[in-house]
């Protein structure tokens, strides 16, 4: 019973953070593009510079969690091929096909799952799910531009998009800064202070951002294909990362970074490739709406489940 209590008093806080942003967005309270301009302040700025301090705050001698990285990377790639080929089967026009699959697979896991792993595991767990990035932005941006590429409409999948979409992402360039893990360079102390402010405001106004960002109005629409890849993305996605990573005898924070990454719920940022692959964008925002209320009652129950399993702290 503490197990459940404790892990909901550092799970729920999350939500309540997203619901906050959901209410002043319907409210008013702020401007449409306040909270757009606040979306890319986070998106463009505040996680990147919280990725790079993690990443100079991991210590040299700590030993690179190469064989989580390795198993994460195994059964994402399995998952995902599973995950395309039930999204070609379901999705009814050519154009939910990208839809659904960055839905069953793209997670939240730079604003959600680190939100949460620094809630549950502290300091030790947030510098290592940082660590697991490194492998995890790459597989969420490079499969979904692959897929929405390919089944795009003619013209929107122009030579050279793929690489444009994956290397211009913001999260993508802030792993340029990984050898900070081991050569540190001198940095002033007011500006590693400036750094943790800005690291500090990061998670809560990027989860206050992501639920001004989703709209339940249209809920009961796309309730087949986008509820199949809800079910995919916080069911299915969970089952075989973690069951793969336990199989390979993965345990402790490396699974809980890894369970936090296949558990959390779709990306709001999978609307921003939708749009630019010219996607089902309508059936993205539904799947990240659905998916991200769903997620209140699975998220938990995995982590929850773990911990009494005694498979993570």
């Known amino acids: 019973m503490f197990t459940a209590i404790a892990t909901l008093n550092a799970i729920l806080p999350s939500f309540v953070l997203m619901?906050?942003?959901?209410?002043?967005?319907?409210?008013?309270?702020?401007?449409?593009?306040?909270?757009?301009?606040?979306?890319?302040?986070?998106?463009?700025?505040?996680?990147?510079?919280?990725?790079?301090?993690?990443?100079?705050e991991v210590d040299s001698a700590?030993?690179?969690?190469?064989?989580?990285?390795t198993v994460?990377?195994?059964?994402?790639?399995?998952?995902?091929?599973?995950s395309w080929g039930v999204a070609r089967k379901i999705a009814p026009t050519r154009a939910a096909i990208g839809a659904i699959f960055q839905g069953a697979t793209r997670s939240n896991f730079s604003v959600i799952g680190l939100y949460l792993i620094n809630a549950l595991f502290g300091h030790a767990g947030l510098l290592n799910a940082t660590l697991l990035m490194v492998a995890t932005i790459p597989i969420n941006n490079l499969s979904s531009?692959?897929?929405?590429?390919?089944?795009?409409?003619?013209?929107a999948n122009a030579k050279g998009s793929i690489l444009k979409a994956i290397v211009m992402n913001p999260m993508v360039l802030s792993l340029s800064v990984v050898p900070l893990i081991w050569y540190k360079p001198p940095v002033p102390l007011f500006i590693l202070q400036a750094a943790h402010?800005?690291?500090?405001?990061?998670?809560?106004?990027?989860?206050?951002?992501?639920?001004?960002?989703?709209?339940?109005?249209?809920?009961?629409?796309?309730?087949w294909s986008g509820?199949?890849?809800?079910?995919?993305?916080?069911?299915?996605?969970?089952?075989?990362?973690?069951?793969?990573?336990?199989?390979?005898?993965?345990?402790?924070?490396?699974?809980?970074?890894?369970?936090?990454?296949?558990?959390?719920?779709t990306a709001t940022a999978s609307f921003i490739l939708a749009k630019r692959f010219h996607s089902d964008?309508?059936?993205?925002?539904?799947?990240?709406?659905?998916?991200?209320?769903?997620?209140?009652?699975?998220?938990?129950?995995?982590?929850?489940?773990?911990?009494?399993?005694?498979?993570?702290?």
């Open 62 to 69: 700590q030993v690179f969690p190469t064989r989580q990285i």
């Open 197 to 223: 402010d800005i690291s500090a405001l990061t998670l809560p106004l990027a989860l206050i951002a992501v639920g001004a960002s989703i709209q339940f109005s249209r809920i009961r629409d796309h309730i």
């Open 281 to 313: 964008t309508k059936m993205t925002g539904w799947i990240v709406a659905a998916c991200t209320l769903t997620s209140l009652a699975t998220l938990p129950t995995i982590i929850i489940l773990l911990r009494l399993l005694k498979l993570v702290p």
């Open 145 to 155: 531009a692959i897929v929405l590429s390919r089944y795009a409409p003619d013209g």
């Open 227 to 265: 509820g199949v890849a809800v079910i995919l993305k916080l069911i299915v996605m969970p089952v075989t990362v973690i069951g793969i990573s336990v199989l390979a005898g993965i345990r402790g924070l490396d699974l809980a970074s890894i369970a936090l990454f296949a558990a959390t719920p």
């Open 72 to 82: 994460c990377v195994i059964a994402t790639l399995v998952y995902c091929l599973f």
């Open 19 to 56: 619901f906050c942003g959901w209410i002043i967005h319907r409210t008013g309270v702020v401007t449409h593009r306040f909270l757009n301009e606040a979306s890319r302040l986070v998106f463009f700025v505040a996680l990147p510079v919280l990725i790079t301090l993690k990443f100079y």
